[in-house]
């Protein structure tokens, strides 16, 4: 069946790093759209970023981008959040989540989510 | 921004009577409309898309209805399984969530 696995998250201070992974199965990867969403306490549900199947088309929320990268590797069914300068509020649960084929629209599929805490 | 707006935060019903959850966006988002499910430590789960369409293995006890600005996710009789975390999220221009509905047992 269709699995989504993130990794990667942790413990950072603020201005630190984090590469998050999210390892997938069960379904030909490079055929959608991927993206991460994060839940904070404060402000629910914020989607972050989203990469096509091609990587052609890749696009962030406002409040990360130029600090965030997307990525992806069909060979290895995976995508990569790298997240650079990070701030306290950017500490939530990421989840990777499975878009459509021919855009993001909704996301069929999510991961359990893995954990990101960035304090002093 | 479009804000997505749920009512109540709160829901205390009864296992097999109706629940009903209202969502609104602060404009039009056509039919663009997702329904989620999600409980602690699972992850989330895609109930209805395109504001009434049900996902791939969710039971007929949930519908969804609605367009434009105001949207109600229904489940007409409740198990012990459907309390959870309920959010929508538009899919019109960018995407946004709602804030959620709790629904616990009453």
């Known amino acids: 069946q269709v699995q989504l696995v993130e990794s990667g998250g942790g413990l950072v201070k603020p201005g630190g790093s984090l590469r998050l992974s999210c390892a997938t199965s069960?379904?030909?990867?490079?055929?959608?759209?991927m993206t991460w969403i994060r839940q904070t306490p404060g402000k629910g549900l914020e989607w972050v970023s989203y990469i096509s199947g091609n990587s052609r088309n890749i696009y962030y929320a406002d409040s990360v981008k130029g600090r965030f990268t997307l990525s992806r590797d069909n060979a290895k069914n995976s995508v990569y959040l790298q997240m650079n300068s990070l701030r306290a509020e950017d500490t939530a649960v990421y989840y990777c989540a499975r878009g459509g084929v021919v855009t993001l629209h909704y996301m069929d599929v999510w991961g359990k989510g893995t954990t990101v805490t960035v304090t002093s | 921004e479009i804000v997505m707006t749920q009512s109540p935060a709160t829901l205390s019903v009864s296992p097999g009577e109706r629940a009903t959850l209202s969502c609104w966006a602060s404009q039009s988002v056509s039919s663009n409309l997702a329904w989620y499910q999600h409980k602690p430590g699972q992850a989330p789960r895609l109930l209805i898309y395109?504001?009434?369409t049900r996902a791939t293995g969710i039971p007929a006890r949930f519908s969804g209805s609605g367009s434009g600005t105001e949207f109600t996710l229904t489940i007409s009789s409740l198990q012990s399984e459907d309390f959870a975390v309920y959010y929508c999220q538009q899919y019109n221009y960018w995407y946004t969530f709602g804030q959620g509905t709790k629904l616990e047992i009453k």
């Open positions: 395109s504001a009434s």
């Open positions: 069960g379904f030909t990867f490079s055929d959608y759209y």
